[in-house]
C-alpha cells in the first residue's frame, strides 16, 4: 500500500471481514449500534461463565500454562515473531471472540516462549472505534486472567506530545487519563461481577512502580536511556487523529502521548488484580500548530513500529524474564 493513501490524514478502509462482520461492525447486531443500549448490552453479554468458557476452550488448545499477557500495539505486532514453541490461535476460531479490522492488528493470540518465558500475546487488540464498546475490547483481559495470568504488559502506538519526544521513542506508562470515563464511558460499566473484582476499584497504582523502576533499569542496560522517557497517556475514542485545539487543551492536561487504546485494558487488568506495565512507542508527533504539511498517517505509525523491532523485543523479553523471576520468588 502506498505512503501517500493516508496523506492529509486519511485513513486507511477496514480489512473485508468474514464471520458476518464487515466494515468493523456486526450486521446481525447493526440495529443495535447506538449508544449506551449497546455498550450494555454487548458488555453485558460477557459475563463470567462466557469468559471461563473461552479461556477452558483456550487452555484446551495449548499446553502453556503462561503467567504474563502481553498485548501488541499498532505495528508492534512482530515481536511476537519472537516466540518459539508457539501455539498460534486465530480469533474467529476462538468462541465468542471478536475479530481484529484494523491494519497492522494480526487478529490471533500467540501461547510461545519468549526467550525462555512463557507468555499469552495478542497480536492485535480491539478498538473502541471499530465498534466495539470498551467491555468488549478489554474482554481478552480478563480471559488472560482466568487463563491464568498475574501480569499484563500492554504496548500501544501513540503521538508523542510532549515537546521533548522524538518519533521511535518509548514512554513508560506512569499514569492516565480515562477521558472517555469522564463521560460516563467505562469497561466496568454495568453489573459488578465480584470474582472478578470490587464495585469501586482503586487507580492509584494501575503502573506497577517497581515494574517501572526495572523498565528504566533496562533502559540504561540495552542503552536506550535517551530515547526512554516516563509520562501520561490519554486514549481518545478515535479514529481521526486530534484537532490543533484539541491537542493544546491535552498539552494543559498534562498529557505526553495522545492514543485510542490501553486505558480500558488496564482498567480492567487493575480491577482484577492484575499486575501492569505499558509503554507507548512514539510514532508520530502531535504538535499543536496549523502550520504543519504533514498529518498523523496510519500506515507510517505501521512501519514505526516494525522499525523499531529489536528495541520493543529487547525491552518486553527482560521485563518478562524479570517478571517471571520475581513469579519464582
Ligand atoms: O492499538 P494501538 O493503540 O497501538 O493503535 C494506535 C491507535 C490507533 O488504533 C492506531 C492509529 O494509527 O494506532
Keep these: 500500500m502506498s505512503d501517500k493513501?493516508?496523506?492529509?490524514?486519511?485513513g486507511t478502509a477496514a480489512k473485508p471481514l468474514t464471520n458476518g462482520i464487515a466494515n468493523g461492525v456486526d450486521e446481525k447486531n447493526e440495529e443495535k449500534i447506538a449508544g449506551v443500549f449497546y455498550n450494555a448490552k454487548e458488555a453485558s453479554w460477557y459475563t463470567y461463565d462466557v469468559l471461563q468458557e473461552i479461556a477452558n476452550h483456550l487452555l484446551a488448545r495449548t499446553q502453556l500454562r503462561p503467567k504474563i499477557g502481553i498485548i501488541l500495539g499498532t505495528g508492534l505486532g512482530s515481536l511476537a515473531n519472537q516466540l518459539t514453541d508457539a501455539d498460534y490461535i486465530d480469533y474467529q476460531t476462538i468462541p465468542h471472540f471478536p475479530v481484529s479490522t484494523v491494519e497492522g492488528h494480526v487478529g490471533r493470540l500467540i501461547f510461545g516462549y519468549l526467550k525462555g518465558v512463557p507468555v499469552m500475546c495478542m497480536q492485535g487488540r480491539f478498538h473502541?472505534?471499530?465498534?466495539?464498546?470498551?467491555a468488549k475490547c478489554a474482554m481478552p483481559v480478563r480471559v488472560?486472567?482466568?487463563?491464568?495470568?498475574s501480569h499484563l504488559i500492554a504496548t500501544n502506538a501513540a503521538g508523542?506530545?510532549?515537546p521533548d519526544y522524538k518519533v521511535g521513542d518509548i514512554m513508560l506508562m506512569k499514569d492516565h487519563i480515562n477521558i472517555m470515563g469522564f463521560a460516563g464511558n467505562n469497561p466496568l460499566q454495568g453489573p459488578n461481577d465480584s470474582r472478578f473484582g470490587p464495585r469501586f476499584p482503586n487507580m492509584f497504582n494501575a503502573y506497577d512502580f517497581k515494574l517501572l523502576k526495572k523498565a528504566k533499569e533496562i533502559?540504561?542496560?540495552?542503552?536506550?536511556?535517551?530515547?526512554l522517557h516516563e509520562g501520561v497517556y490519554i486514549c481518545?475514542?478515535?479514529?481521526?487523529?486530534?484537532?490543533?485545539?484539541e491537542l493544546k487543551m491535552l498539552r494543559i492536561w498534562g498529557v505526553?502521548?495522545?492514543g485510542m487504546s490501553t486505558v480500558h485494558e488496564i482498567t480492567t487488568a487493575v480491577h482484577c488484580g492484575m499486575t501492569c506495565f505499558a509503554f507507548s512507542l512514539i510514532t508520530n508527533l502531535c504538535i499543536p500548530s496549523y502550520d504543519l504539511e504533514e498529518s498523523p498517517c496510519h500506515e507510517d505509525i505501521v512501519g514505526i513500529g516494525k522499525r523499531q523491532e529489536n528495541t520493543l523485543t529487547e525491552l518486553v523479553s527482560r521485563m518478562a524474564k524479570h517478571i517471571h523471576m520475581e513469579l519464582k520468588k
Design 144 to 149: 488472560m486472567k482466568l487463563v491464568g495470568c
Design 160 to 162: 508523542g506530545l510532549h
Design 5 to 10: 493513501v493516508c496523506q492529509n490524514g486519511n
Design 256 to 258: 505526553d502521548a495522545v
Design 128 to 134: 473502541y472505534y471499530e465498534g466495539y464498546p470498551l
Design 236 to 245: 481518545l475514542g478515535g479514529p481521526n487523529f486530534e484537532t490543533v485545539a
Design 219 to 227: 533502559g540504561r542496560d540495552i542503552g536506550i536511556e535517551n530515547n
